[in-house]
Every structure is written in C-alpha cells, then in structure tokens.
C-alpha cells in the first residue's frame, strides 16, 4: 500500500480485504509469506494447523482472541502482563517454526 | 437516475455511468493491458464479476470470510505524522506511537517505517538514527516489522547527487555519457542498499522494503536487484519485498539485463520473475491509474495484469493499492467506494496474496 490519507487507504484496504493482524491471525499469516514465500491459500493452512483450527477461523475475532490470549502470543486489547512485542514474537516464532530476525538477535545478546 | 452507476474517473471525481460504458471501458481496459504486455485478457465471467463488484450499490465492499489476505506498506503509520504532500494527518505523534496505533488500531497485519524523506540515498547519512529507532520500536511491535524505502537513482544524478544527469545529457545527443552515467551510479546505488540493508539486519531488521523500484528505469532497477541478491546472501533471516514503481520498466540506459535478461520493457508478469531470481519473497508490482479514463477502465486494466502476474509467480504478490496505482484514484483523499472495490477485485479476481 502506498499514500492517501490513512482511512482512504490503508484503513479501508484493511477493513475490504486484510487478515485484521492480531486482531485475528494476520500477523501470523503474514510471517510465513515473509520468512517461507507462501502464498495466501499455503499460508492460511500451515498457521491453521499449527493452530489447531479450522481455516475460516483465522479471520473470526471471537476464536481467534482466545486462541492468542490462551498460546499468549499478543492480543489486541491491553490486558497487564499478556505477551506484547519481542515476547509475543518470541512465541510466535516457537509456534511456526520459523525464524524471525529481531528474536533471534535477543536469543544471541542472551546466550541463547 | 435509472440504469447509472456511480464511478469514479481516475482522478476520484464521481461520475454516473450508464452500466453498457461501465462493462465498456472494463472491456476497453483488459484488452489495453492484453495487448500491452501479450498477457490474457480476463474471461467473460471475470468481467462481468467485476462489473458485479464496480456496480455493488453499497458505498463500501468487501470480500467474503476466509478471502481475506495481508497488508504490507510503504511507511503507512507515516501517515498519521507527515505533511500534506505525503497525504499525512500531520498528527503530533512519534514514529513509535504512529507504528503502534497502525498495528493496534488500524490492525494492520505487518507494519513498516521509514525516513520521513522517503529514499534510501537520505537514509544513508542517518542510519545510526534509523537502526535506533527501528530497534526500540521492534521490541515493542508484534506483527512482522518492515524498515522500508525507495531507491530513486534519480538523486544520484546531479544536481542532487554526483553524477552527470541522464536526463540532460540525452537532449543534448550525449548517449555514451548519459550511459555511462547511470552505470556508475547504479553501483553506487546497489552499495548503499547494501551496507543500509546490512546495518538494519545487525539490528534485527523483520523485512526490508524496496518501493518504487526502477522509478529512473532499468538501471535503478538492476541496482535494486543486485542488492536483494547480496542482502539474501548476506541477511539471510531478513525478509525482502520489492515494489514497483510503474507498470512498464522504463529503458533510459536500454541495455541493462539481470541474468541475462534485458530489464527494459518488462511488464509485471515479467518483472517478478527476475525479482524471484534476485531472492525477494514478496514482489509488489504497480499499475499507474491513467486519471483521464474511468476507473472500471483502470481496475480492469490493474486486474488483468495483476491476474497474470499471479499465474507465474512463485512468491506471493501484493499489488500496489496506494493512490494512483492499481485501480486507486490518483487523489490524496482516496475515495473509500473507490478503495474497497480496488481491494477487492483484486483480490478476488486477481488473486492477489495481499495488498
């Protein structure tokens, strides 16, 4: 997405066509096109099994926010103590079995 | 009003449009871009689903449940702080804050910063600043995490950059220097990408994002491929998206190739594949809105090319949704009727992986 006004543009792509991020399971579809080059329908199904869930799942809010709330793997709404940031992707990463960059980088100031 | 539907010409001005030019001018653009780029036209149920969607009476449209796919940006979180001539809300806010509030209240499924001056010839100069901010940011920021800018050999050209300026020297009949100017300024280019790519990555960069690729042509663009190419060898754990700045990959040197292949001339079906080559994992292709035709015209024409880009591609593909491109009116108030049929046409027609 480029530029226009942030509810002409990236708002309204996001609400006609995106995942909804960590609203939902967007960000984590997101990280097996960028560390596996899946594409959509690829990615959809490998974070729906790592999940346990049914695919349409991925996009409905009321599964999906207990799903991230019970794995702790960042939610939308701030609840004290939740998993957020380089926790949450931590997690994240240890759940798809993928690699991700800035985690990595802690795991290695850490000795890990 | 009976038998009009409300469109947009590409500029965003609202017009009212009997339905017989409306499946016209989607006829007329699918074949532009057939003819063009010797690619498919869309079938007859693809133009009439996209006369469906352009025709929808609802302001706003969407896809369906489970259709849904991913964002990725240009810096959009810039838009809650930049100037007018960004689009920008000129709202008080730290990147940071603009980046959380993308990712949290926009939901956003990746999210990007960049420079404010959006080039990486800029960005140079202040990397120390740039990898700091990125790295205090990624510890706070759970979806994927672009560092992101453009290439723009143009600021490589004098008066803005060292070198003598192609685009004056080819009036004046100079070839041979016009030439060799952009050949050593795509060198020059391709290392600053690199040693930029480099730096983000020590500091843990998610993705890096090279938009408007071959803005100044096939030189710009082999500058680009060339560093994808070191930063996968070099940067392996960091993700690489390349975005395109038109449609057509201009000649202005005419003999630059990538592996053989002559980069002038390239459509997206085309450009993806030398962009598969150079290792990227997201490849973002462009379509420019022409503002003097309708916007089913430009949609049409942005889904057929986008359509065979998808058929050929290996990594996934996130057509260029910002305005002026792909369908979105050339306006900095893109309108939302206009926007959300962009989406999901190309979504659901093209078979776009994201946007």
Not at chain 1, 66 to 89: F, H, N, P
Not at chain 2, 188 to 195: G, I, P
């Amino acid at each position: 997405m480029g530029t226009g006004d942030i509810f002409g543009m990236p708002t309204a792509h996001v609400l006609a066509s995106a995942m909804g991020g960590i609203r939902t399971a967007g960000d984590l579809v997101a990280w097996m096109q960028m560390t596996r080059k899946m594409k959509i329908d690829e990615a959809k199904t490998y974070v729906a099994d790592k999940l346990g869930i049914d695919v349409i799942a991925l996009t409905d809010e009321e599964i999906m926010r207990q799903v991230r709330e019970d794995l702790d793997i960042g939610i939308i709404t701030s609840v004290s103590g939740s998993a957020k940031g380089i926790v949450a992707k931590w997690k994240i990463a240890e759940l798809l079995d993928i690699e991700i960059n800035s985690v990595n980088l802690l795991k290695s100031k850490l000795g890990i | 009003m009976t038998n009009k539907i409300m469109c947009r010409m590409g500029d965003g001005e609202r017009v009212w449009l009997p339905s017989e030019q409306v499946k016209e001018d989607i006829l007329r653009g699918t074949q532009d871009a057939a003819e063009r780029a010797h690619i498919p036209e869309l079938t007859s149920e693809d133009c009439e689903r996209l006369f469906d969607i352009i025709a929808d009476p609802s302001k706003v449209v969407s896809v369906e449940p489970g259709e849904e796919v991913i964002v990725t940006d240009d810096a959009a979180s810039m838009l809650f702080y930049a100037d007018q001539e960004n689009s920008g809300q000129g709202i008080p806010m730290s990147r940071t804050q603009s980046l959380l509030a993308y990712e949290r209240a926009c939901a956003a499924d990746t999210i990007s910063i960049g420079h404010t001056d959006y080039s990486y010839k800029q960005v140079k100069p202040i990397i120390n600043y740039e990898t700091q901010e990125y790295y205090n940011a990624s510890q706070m920021t759970t979806a994927p995490f672009f560092y992101g800018s453009q290439p723009n050999m143009g600021l490589y050209f004098q008066p803005d950059g060292p070198y003598p300026n192609p685009a004056e020297l080819l009036p004046e009949g100079k070839i041979s220097q016009a030439l060799e100017a952009q050949e050593i300024a795509l060198e020059h280019l391709a290392d600053d990408l690199v040693y930029i790519g480099k730096r983000m990555n020590a500091v843990g960069c998610e993705g890096f994002n090279f938009d408007t690729a071959a803005s100044a042509g096939d030189a710009d663009f082999k500058a680009t491929l060339k560093a994808v190419s070191k930063l996968k060898e070099v940067a392996p754990g960091m993700s690489i998206e390349v975005g395109m700045s038109s449609e057509f990959v201009m000649g202005m040197h005419g003999d630059m190739t990538y592996n053989g292949k002559r980069l002038a001339g390239l459509y997206p079906h085309e450009q993806v594949k030398v962009v598969e080559e150079a290792g990227a994992d997201i490849f973002g292709p462009a379509i420019n809105v022409n503002t003097s035709e309708s916007i089913p015209w430009n949609l049409s024409r942005a889904v057929t090319f986008v359509k065979a880009t998808v058929a050929v591609a290996e990594i996934p593909v996130h057509p260029n949704v910002g305005m002026g491109v792909c369908g979105v009116p050339m306006f900095e108030v893109p309108p939302v009727d206009a926007v959300t049929r962009a989406s999901k046409s190309l979504v659901q027609i093209g078979k776009a992986d994201g946007l």
